[in-house]
């Protein structure tokens, strides 16, 4: 179909011209979309708009520019792959600015990421001032992550660890049988070091206080590891006499330090889990070298504009644009012998105040000048400054003010990171570039996203496309064009129903996006829950939280709202769920980056107390955006639990029974009843050379990941593969008998994941897809009520359409007795919350105070940062 309904005045050639698309769900479409404007692409999620605009169009731009690169230059890029598509005309290079985390490495930072940290490497190189007789230094020596940079003592990482008897056996009361060493390994090998002490002659019976120093000390800090007979079972005094009897042993077991054990642990293992559980048994300080610069001494003894880089790099952007304005604008101070012992002291006493965070405005005349520098480095310093400050403020100009050059990139949110790279996209000033976004107002209150559009009307501007996916109703409508992908999800979506400006859409009955886009009138606001009690946090540090007090109504969904930045996550996702769930007695499950921080595992949680309402409070709940599984192996059907139902459909069918088949058997990742050749993988590794690796089906199961015995048995005319291939809306019609299967899939279905297929790997579902699966498994639990659900964002990556639904089912969860506190920014959702508690006013150190709190009337009427939006949203200016 071709679904280009008008082209404007525009002339034939300025359009790229898509033929016979069908890259994963696209149904054989034809559009038109024009060049030089900002095109969006809408449509409620799994529609088929990013397979449109990413899996296409920047695909085969791609494709087409590395046919231009040498052979072996191909195999060290990753690859979008080769779309399926019969033909692209006009279509230009392309740069695909994608929502995707960084890499887990604390080494990678926003210095690293924006490259500000090697234009300030050359800067201290070349202009900075140096200790009398110090040769001067290279860039690299200025670097935490070169070997001739890094301190090293710390190794470049800023901090030190160790592991301290206190942390390792907290109750020195218990015997080392009573498992008094809490760092040991649980289960099995924690048994196995035990019998192996007492085959060394240790008393493992004796209350862990009453042993001989010398004795604990070998035990947790040796670095020995003595390899010795294991006699399981038997009493010391049993062992002995083995011993000396010389009895076959069960076992050569291998000693290892309970020091040795975490550290080697915590550097080693692939878990997240174990990583976190031997982290609480370390102990951590700054360096005591570099005090937390991570960089060498002589590196550290250079300094510019009084501070050395490592001091300067842990400021905010902010206000290193304001430290480097001075010498940006080519001011200095007068040659070394021309001023007075009163200016030199004045120059220390204005570098402390900087270090301390005392900084004067730009424009002013307290600005801190450079000390005193030759021509030559003044010259040389004017260039680097001048065009850091630029950098900074695209950065600046994006609301990304508040971050620090050393803030790694694990800590970032996705579109932190998209705005990251955006402004380095800015500053490159190319021309004739299609930029292809995704979703780049994700994570963004509504004040930063009017940022985010002067931005990319910049890219505009300078001659460039932009191909935008993206739900924000505000870019919908600052379109030059849009192309609205549909109707439905899956199998149901697919087709382009609307391409052309956005005031067409008004037309298209079938669209989801047009009655959003074009609301008929104002909302009606939902009736307020009154609270059943509160919630009360005092004396909150976190971050940029400095002692805040906070309280949270009970019975009732609270959105806690702010500029991004401002301390709402490290309020609700981490402080408020640290509390909490010290409260009930169990660790929080962290993120990853968490236990890779820098920071001593024990700084990186909150401080505060709660103060009321936590005996309210059975149960505590944090759907987060965490992916769901790491491997293909993990997918929804899995995760849910739905899937161990329908294999117990299948086992109990008469040809499972007369097989002998168990339900284990229709399980891909077990031997007997996966097929042998891709071992449940479905696909097989075929290396290309010179051309980027594919994955090819299997040749012995065709994708199917079973063996043929295994799918000879069927249910209901389906064998275990056809069902794993399944849509939730398609299992959902076929097991619609089955209580235990149909329950999950009817939830999956109520929350918008309808399209999904059972089988569908974990990797390849969004953060927000996976947030609504783990919701989706928490609703099928029976609600008694009591519980604190907690979402950070959930409405990320979410169809106004989508997001309804999933208001509907958080509503049912409040009707049931229990508390919703939502991270938020989408101001339809505020409007319909019951508590609105706004964080600011401003972002980073300008932020982290409690600037207005009460019903959304209440909060739209206040002088916070989310007043205007929010009060728009409750008119129906910007809602459905």
Excluded at 572 to 580: I, N, R, T
């Amino acid at each position: 179909m071709t679904a280009r309904k008008r082209a404007g005045r525009r002339p034939p050639d300025s359009f790229v011209r898509v033929r016979g698309a069908r890259e994963h769900n696209l149904k054989d479409i034809d559009v038109d979309v024009p060049r030089d404007a900002l095109v969006v692409f809408s449509g409620i999620s799994g529609s088929g708009k990013s397979s449109l605009a990413f899996g296409t169009l920047y695909a085969e731009a791609q494709r087409r520019y590395l046919e231009s690169v040498s052979p072996y230059a191909r195999r060290l890029i990753d690859q979008a792959g080769v779309p399926d598509v019969d033909s692209i005309e006009g279509l230009p290079p392309a740069v695909a600015l994608q929502q995707q985390r960084g890499t887990p490495n604390v080494r990678s930072t926003v210095g690293s990421v924006t490259t500000i940290s090697s234009s300030l490497r050359m800067l201290y190189s070349r202009a900075g001032t140096y200790p009398a007789n110090q040769p001067m230094l290279y860039a690299e020596d200025f670097s935490p992550n070169t070997p001739q940079g890094a301190c090293p003592h710390c190794h470049g990482l800023g901090h030190v660890y160790d592991v301290t008897e206190k942390l390792m056996v907290p109750d020195p009361s218990l015997s080392i049988r009573e498992r008094a060493i809490a760092a040991w390994p649980p289960a099995w090998h924690g048994q196995n070091l035990r019998d192996i002490l007492v085959t060394l002659g240790y008393d493992v019976d004796a209350p862990w206080r009453t042993l001989p120093r010398k004795d604990r000390n070998w035990i947790l800090f040796t670095d020995e590891q003595p390899t010795v007979p294991v006699y399981p079972g038997f009493t010391p005094a049993e062992t002995r006499t083995a011993l000396r009897r010389k009895t076959e042993p069960s076992y050569m077991g291998t000693f290892i330090g309970a020091r040795k054990y975490v550290l080697h642990t915590f550097a080693t293992t692939q878990s997240a889990q174990m990583k976190k559980r031997v982290a609480r048994f370390m102990t951590g300080a700054p360096c005591p070298v570099c005090k937390g610069r991570r960089i060498k001494r002589e590196a550290l003894s250079v300094t510019f504009a009084g501070m050395d880089i490592g001091t300067l790099s842990q400021l905010s952007l902010d206000r290193i644009a304001q430290t480097l304005a001075p010498a940006a604008l080519g001011k200095f101070s007068r040659p070394a012998g021309t001023g007075t012992r009163s200016k030199a002291a004045s120059r220390h006493d204005t570098a402390q105040r900087v270090a301390k965070g005392g900084l004067a405005h730009a424009g002013s005349t307290d600005v801190r000048r450079t000390p005193d520098l030759s021509e030559e480095k003044r010259i040389a310093a004017a260039r680097i400054a001048q065009d850091l400050t630029r950098r900074i403020a695209a950065l600046q100009a994006l609301g990304l003010g508040y971050l620090s050059l050393d803030r790694t990139t694990p800590t970032l949110s996705a579109g932190e990171l998209q705005r990251l790279r955006l402004a380095t996209q800015i500053r490159s000033q190319l021309f004739g570039v299609v930029y292809v976004l995704d979703e780049p107002t994700a994570g963004l209150h509504p004040a930063d996203a009017d940022a985010l559009h002067e931005s990319l009307d910049q890219l505009k501007a300078a001659g460039n496309t932009l191909f935008v996916v993206e739900h924000d109703l505000d870019m919908l409508r600052r379109a030059d064009w849009l192309v609205d992908v549909g109707p439905g999800a899956g199998q149901h979506g697919g087709r382009v129903l609307y391409s052309g400006p956005p005031a067409g859409l008004q037309q298209v009955a079938e669209s989801h996006t047009r009655r959003y886009l074009f609301p008929t009138g104002a909302v009606t606001p939902r009736t307020r829950r009154e609270a059943s009690g509160w919630l009360g946090l005092a004396e909150v540090h976190r971050n940029n939280l400095h002692g805040i007090h906070v309280r949270f109504p009970l019975g009732a969904l609270t959105a806690v709202t702010g500029i991004s930045g401002s301390g709402k996550s490290s309020l609700v996702s981490q402080a408020l769920v640290e509390l909490v769930s010290d409260h009930l007695g169990h660790e929080p499950v962290a993120e990853d980056h968490d236990i890779e921080l820098r920071q001593p595992p024990e700084s990186a949680r909150a401080s505060g107390r709660l103060v009321e309402g936590a005996a309210a409070i059975d149960r505590l709940v944090n759907v987060d955006q965490k992916p769901i599984g790491r491997t293909p192996r993990s997918n929804l059907a899995t995760y849910t639990g739905l899937f161990d139902h329908v294999r117990r459909l299948f086992a109990a069918t008469p040809a499972a029974r007369a097989r002998k088949f168990g339900a284990g058997r229709f399980s891909f990742n077990v031997a007997q009843g996966r097929c042998p050749t891709c071992e449940g993988e479905g696909s097989v590794h075929v290396e290309l050379l010179f051309m980027p690796s594919v994955y090819a089906p299997c040749p012995t199961c065709h994708g199917s990941r079973f063996n043929e015995k295994t799918l000879q048995v069927r249910w209901r005319g389906k064998d275990i593969a056809q069902v794993l291939a399944m849509t939730v809306d398609e299992a959902s019609a076929l097991f619609r008998e089955e209580a235990s299967v149909w329950r999950p899939l009817h939830l999956l279905q109520d929350i918008g994941l309808g399209y999904l297929r059972l089988g569908q790997p974990a990797t390849e579902l969004s953060g927000g897809e996976a947030q609504r699966i783990k919701l989706a498994s928490e609703l099928q639990r029976a609600q008694r009520g009591h519980t604190l659900y907690v979402l950070d964002e959930p409405t990320t990556g979410l169809h106004p359409a989508d997001t309804d639904k999933l208001m509907t089912q958080l509503h049912s969860l409040v009707d049931a007795g229990n508390t919703v506190i939502l991270v938020e920014h989408d101001m339809r959702v505020v409007a319909h919350s019951d508590w609105v508690i706004d964080v600011g006013p401003g972002a980073g150190e300008q932020g982290g105070r409690i600037v207005a709190e009460g019903t959304p009337e209440k909060v739209s009427r206040s002088k916070g940062p989310t007043s205007r939006y929010l009060a728009d949203a409750l008119r129906g200016s910007r809602a459905a």
